[in-house]
């Protein structure tokens, strides 16, 4: 740098004394702009702790009308696994639907809110009204992969009990298509199953025999291969590695 150089002022120096400058002449305009930012910021934090503050209550109502579907077990049978005698019981379940479907309404937008449509449909399930649990688990397909396997699962299994087979199938296919889905390698077993119930004998076939290749690291692939056997399937063979050829002289 030449001394013509070195005699300019320094950029941020400039810029800070055209601030300052800019700050003194508009006073007014200064201060209003810093308490709205102050008072957006605030505003931002009061949501975030009322939001959080939504989801605790929420959790707490949602775990009181869960509590309504526990049996509540006889004292003479302590200690013994019954589970006949372990069922809620049908006006307890009833209870528990009218307060889960308060948790939904009352706290929408929250966890809790989605947890609880699935458990609706779970109590309509125990109670054996397919037609409105479809309906529930419809509502709570959504959020984390977890939930949303939890909702379509439950979703599919309705349908396979209210013996609509097709239905059941395209369900457990969205799960299967997937491909940052939960639970892909259950729901294929699932889905053939589903197939081979609406009289679907080679899709599920198709569906097992491409099990290995489409889960290699699945636990589940034993099952698929009984399965597929049962139908009369072959597990598909991997094609052997080429090999050189020795050549001729």
């Known amino acids: ?114 947890r609880a449509k699935a458990k609706i449909g779970d109590a309509y399930v125990e109670l054996e009204q397919w037609d409105d649990a479809i309906t529930a688990y419809q509502g709570a397909v959504g959020g984390t992969p977890v939930e949303r396997y939890y909702a379509l699962n439950g979703l599919a299994h309705a349908y396979e009990r209210k013996e609509s087979f097709d239905d059941a199938a395209s369900t457990y296919r969205r799960i299967v298509d997937d491909p940052n889905g939960f639970g892909r390698d259950i729901a294929a077993l699932d889905l053939a199953r589903s197939l081979e119930r609406a009289g679907k004998k080679d899709a599920a076939i198709q569906v097992l025999t491409k099990f290995t290749s489409d889960f290699p690291d699945s636990r589940l692939k034993s099952e698929a291969e009984r399965r597929l056997a049962s139908l009369g399937g072959a597990v598909a063979q991997a094609p052997a590695p080429a090999t050189a050829g020795t050549g001729g002289t």
């Open 1 to 114: 740098m030449d001394k013509k150089e070195l005699k300019k002022p320094d950029e941020f120096l400039t810029w800070g004394a055209r601030a300052t400058q800019f700050a003194s002449e508009n006073a007014a305009l200064v201060l209003g702009g810093t308490i709205v930012c102050v008072v957006l910021i605030a505003s931002f934090f009061f949501w975030l702790q009322r939001r959080d503050a939504r989801e605790v209550e929420a959790a707490g109502a949602l775990y009181r009308a869960e509590k309504l579907m526990e049996a509540q077990q006889d004292p003479a049978l302590a200690g013994f696994r019954m589970p006949a005698f372990n069922k809620p019981k049908p006006e307890d379940v009833k209870a528990a639907i009218e307060k889960l479907e308060e948790v939904a309404r009352e706290y929408p937008r929250t966890k809790a809110a989605l």
